[in-house]
């Protein structure tokens, strides 16, 4: 368009009836656009066909017949929209107020005439002016109209108010003229009931796998280091010692520890707590990959166990093992650097000492 504009000024007429007066005249128009009203918009076929291939395919095929009519019918819009439509293929420019007035008609003709840059500006100027009122208009419009944007859009803001929707005339309307784009919405609703219950789902897990991690780490620490009331058989517990970073898991580990060593019940399988340690020092036991070094109990006895039994190991307990393990990963990245260089000196320099407990 800009091109063609530096062509028509060699048209202009230049009027200079003083050094300070300069006035400069656009070569009469050519070409008029009939609008739904009966009133013509004189225009200049060459601007109308420089930002518009359809203007200007319409434009040429009088030339291609000989005729000597010369107008453009653009009608079903009201006079307004289309004189904006005009001043914006000129100017390339639209206000907020004529974007709130006529954004729906814009957004037709910039679609039915190919002028992108107009289109890009209603999809944004509707989305942002969407209400539950005129969703489901501006949903059929964007269907009609491939604005793919401006299409998930109404259809976010009808599934989070659809009671509210419901009530409105355009959802009747549509419900009697349109039961195709109605199924479409339904399922789409679903479609995201759905998905926001597979993502709670997997934020549950994933808040399990970090517990669980989070265990494996205080199980580790009350082996090797001690904590306040359970620690290695050759640590002095007498001693105060103060509640580590993770105290509230820990607490519930020692508690279990302590109930482990002094239940009845856990030599017939009779104890639910007891279950619960077992299936920890297993847990540890699949993701300890020095169990030589290790001081969890029972650690290399489950690592030997396990080979023996690999051919018939359990796909679900695989698979929660991967998981934890991937837990315990994410959490020491997370961790500063200086402490995550620690950790490792710390469980590595008790070498040699017995794995059992101090309760």
């Given at each position: 368009?800009?091109?063609?504009?530096?062509?028509?000024s060699?048209?202009?007429?230049?009027?200079?009836?003083?050094?300070?007066?300069?006035?400069?005249?656009?070569?009469?128009?050519?070409?008029?656009?009939?609008?739904s009203?009966?009133?013509?918009i004189?225009?200049?076929?060459k601007?109308?066909?420089?930002?518009?291939?359809?203007?200007?395919?319409?434009?040429?095929?009088?030339?291609?017949?000989?005729?000597?009519?010369?107008?453009i019918?653009?009608?079903?819009?009201p006079?307004?929209?289309?004189?904006?439509?005009?001043?914006?293929?000129?100017?390339s420019?639209c206000?907020?107020?004529?974007?709130?007035?006529?954004?729906?008609?814009l957004l037709?003709?910039s679609?039915?005439y190919m002028v992108?840059?107009?289109?890009?500006?209603?999809t944004?100027?509707?989305?942002?002016?969407l209400?539950?009122?005129?969703?489901?208009?501006?949903?059929?419009?964007?269907?009609?109209?491939?604005?793919?944007?401006?299409?998930?859009?109404?259809?976010?803001?009808?599934s989070?108010?659809?009671?509210?929707?419901?009530?409105?005339?355009?959802?009747?309307?549509l419900?009697?003229?349109?039961?195709?784009l109605?199924?479409?919405?339904?399922?789409?609703?679903?479609?995201?009931?759905?998905?926001k219950?597979?993502?709670?789902?997997?934020?549950?897990?994933?808040?399990?796998?970090?517990q669980?991690?989070?265990?494996?780490?205080?199980?580790e620490?009350?082996c090797?280091?001690?904590?306040?009331?359970?620690g290695?058989?050759?640590?002095?517990?007498?001693?105060?010692k103060?509640?580590?970073?993770?105290?509230?898991t820990?607490?519930?580990?020692?508690l279990?520890?302590?109930?482990?060593?002094?239940?009845?019940?856990?030599?017939?399988?009779g104890?639910?707590?007891?279950?619960?340690?077992w299936?920890?020092?297993?847990?540890?036991?699949?993701?300890?990959?020095?169990?030589?070094?290790?001081?969890?109990?029972?650690c290399r006895?489950?690592?030997?166990?396990?080979?023996?039994?690999?051919?018939?190991?359990?796909?679900?307990?695989?698979l929660?093992?991967?998981?934890?393990a991937?837990?315990?990963?994410?959490?020491?990245l997370?961790l500063?650097k200086?402490?995550?260089?620690?950790?490792?000196?710390?469980?590595?320099?008790?070498?040699?000492?017995r794995?059992?407990?101090?309760?």
């Open positions: 368009m800009v091109q063609l504009k530096k062509k028509l060699g048209e202009f007429k230049v009027r200079s009836n003083s050094p300070l007066a300069v006035v400069v005249e656009m070569p009469e128009s050519d070409l008029q656009v009939l609008t009203v009966g009133l013509r004189p225009v200049h076929s601007i109308l066909a420089s930002a518009s291939p359809v203007l200007e395919s319409i434009i040429e095929r009088p030339k291609k017949r000989r005729s000597s009519e010369r107008t019918p653009m009608l079903g819009v006079y307004n929209a289309v004189s904006v439509f005009i001043q914006f293929i000129y100017s420019k206000t907020e107020e004529q974007m709130e007035k006529y954004g729906i008609h037709a003709l679609h039915v992108p840059q107009l289109k890009q500006r209603c944004k100027g509707l989305a942002q002016r209400k539950v009122e005129n969703v489901v208009d501006v949903l059929q419009l964007a269907r009609m109209c491939d604005a793919p944007d401006l299409y998930l859009k109404c259809m976010k803001m009808l989070t108010n659809f009671k509210a929707v419901e009530e409105t005339e355009g959802w009747k309307f419900q009697n003229h349109d039961p195709y109605e199924l479409e919405i339904l399922q789409f609703i679903e479609e995201s009931e759905s998905r219950k597979r993502t709670r789902r997997l934020r549950e897990e994933q808040r399990l796998y970090a669980l991690s989070e265990a494996m780490d205080c199980l620490h009350i090797s280091e001690g904590c306040t009331s359970v290695p058989n050759d640590m002095d517990l007498s001693k105060h103060g509640p580590c970073s993770k105290f509230s820990c607490h519930g580990i020692q279990l520890i302590k109930h482990f060593g002094t239940c009845t019940k856990r030599v017939n399988g104890c639910v707590r007891c279950k619960r340690m299936q920890l020092f297993r847990l540890h036991s699949s993701i300890c990959d020095q169990p030589d070094e290790c001081r969890v109990p029972l006895a489950f690592k030997v166990k396990a080979q023996q039994a690999r051919c018939r190991s359990d796909a679900q307990w695989k929660l093992v991967r998981k934890v991937s837990a315990r990963v994410i959490s020491s997370s500063p200086r402490k995550r260089e620690e950790e490792p000196r710390m469980a590595f320099n008790h070498q040699g000492l794995r059992s407990f101090n309760l």
